[in-house]
């Protein structure tokens, strides 16, 4: 039997921003600072999602008891839209990301929504928003859907009662001046998640225990934390809340290699799609664990020529330095590396639509 989609009641915004007052507030963008019009609110409750309302953007309301404050259930997502060479513009594996946010759901015992009902309130914000969708390359209309319990209680267990919100932003290039290599700090001290506990879910908490580890990064010089495993301390995880990728070159082969799926990382939809990529430029891809020491064998053997982090905000970023207590290693003279920039390059024009979209990964609004 087919669950019924709820309705979705559409409350434009009283006043409209003008063409122009829109223009200036997009004239310089940085990454989630600007919002547009309107968000989408769907509450759950009695079992069953109810009907959704997209209305103007402004506060939520909460109980100062609500159990998400609490006790930690709240999780999100990140997917972007793009404008397209024919005006139209697309969402980059929306469908992907629904997904995702249900098996977030999932392990933090918070109720699914239907993917068709996920999809629907993005289409319909998006349509309502249409004129925040930047027109340049590297710019694109970042949509960020979360979920958090409502519950009016402070007993600890799963909440009844949910509240399902998505909003959108304009983002600009993340790097505006050019691609820039970044220089991270391998953390000892720290982890981000253990086998067993939320390390690929996107819940809130994750994020929040990473910010002292960030921190410490910035302390010694760094931009980006990157995470081992929790159980040896050895094998390499990610950076920061982006996968990461090794790139080996042996006589005509290139390999990109990628730490694999544990149930510690989280499973990027932008890392799924380079090892599609990787493929159809001609190299080979792997999913496999890197320890720290081989990181830095295979540097100084010349073996691995490049590293990159990806993710849905920067796209790729590519890495210059890495350091730790004792050691630091620099990476192709801490310069943007030429497969790392081709995958990069691949990736923006089947999102922009200057380049087939062969494996069906935009979704037309």
């Known amino acids: 039997m087919t669950t019924a989609i709820p309705e979705l009641k559409i409350t434009p915004a009283a006043h409209r921003l003008s063409d122009a007052e829109r223009a200036q507030r997009m004239g310089s963008l940085a990454f989630g600072r600007t919002f547009t019009e309107h968000m989408v609110v769907i509450?759950?409750?009695?079992?069953?999602?109810?009907?959704?309302?997209?209305?103007?953007?402004?506060?939520?309301?909460?109980?100062?008891?609500?159990?998400?404050?609490?006790?930690?259930?709240?999780?999100?997502?990140?997917?972007?839209?793009?404008?397209?060479?024919?005006?139209?513009?697309?969402?980059?594996?929306?469908?992907?990301?629904?997904?995702?946010?249900?098996?977030?759901?999932?392990?933090?015992?918070?109720?699914?929504?239907?993917?068709?009902?996920?999809?629907?309130?993005?289409?319909?914000?998006?349509?309502?928003?249409?004129?925040?969708?930047?027109?340049?390359?590297?710019?694109?209309?970042?949509l960020r859907p979360l979920m958090i319990a409502t519950d009016p209680f402070l007993g600890v267990r799963p909440a009844t009662e949910y509240l399902f919100v998505l909003f959108a932003s304009p983002a600009g290039a993340y790097f505006p001046s050019g691609v820039k290599p970044v220089n991270v700090w391998i953390s000892e001290d720290f982890v981000r998640a253990a086998p067993g506990g939320t390390g690929e879910a996107k819940c809130a908490g994750n994020y929040a225990a990473s910010l002292v580890a960030q921190a410490q990064a910035l302390e010694k010089g760094c931009d980006q934390v990157v995470w081992l495993d929790a159980v040896h301390r050895e094998f390499v995880e990610e950076m920061g809340g982006m996968n990461l990728f090794f790139v080996y070159k042996e006589g005509d082969k290139t390999t990109v290699v990628t730490p694999e799926l544990t149930g510690t990382l989280l499973p990027g939809i932008t890392r799924l799609s380079l090892l599609q990529l990787a493929r159809d430029l001609g190299f080979a891809a792997e999913e496999r664990k890197l320890s720290v020491q081989q990181w830095r064998d295979d540097i100084a053997a010349g073996r691995m020529t490049e590293v990159f982090a990806c993710g849905t905000a920067a796209v790729i970023t590519p890495v210059g330095k890495a350091k730790a207590n004792g050691f630091e290693m620099t990476i192709n003279n801490g310069e943007n590396g030429p497969v790392t920039m081709a995958l990069r390059e691949a990736l923006l024009a089947i999102q922009h639509g200057t380049a087939a979209d062969k494996h069906g990964w935009m979704r037309t609004i």
């Open 43 to 142: 509450p759950y409750k009695d079992g069953a999602w109810q009907t959704g309302e997209v209305k103007p953007y402004g506060p939520l309301s909460l109980d100062p008891s609500a159990s998400s404050l609490h006790y930690g259930q709240s999780i999100f997502e990140g997917f972007k839209a793009f404008s397209q060479p024919d005006g139209s513009v697309k969402t980059f594996r929306s469908e992907q990301n629904a997904e995702r946010f249900n098996r977030s759901a999932a392990r933090m015992a918070m109720p699914a929504i239907p993917p068709e009902l996920f999809l629907k309130a993005a289409d319909a914000l998006i349509n309502l928003d249409k004129g925040w969708v930047p027109k340049n390359v590297g710019e694109s209309l970042y």
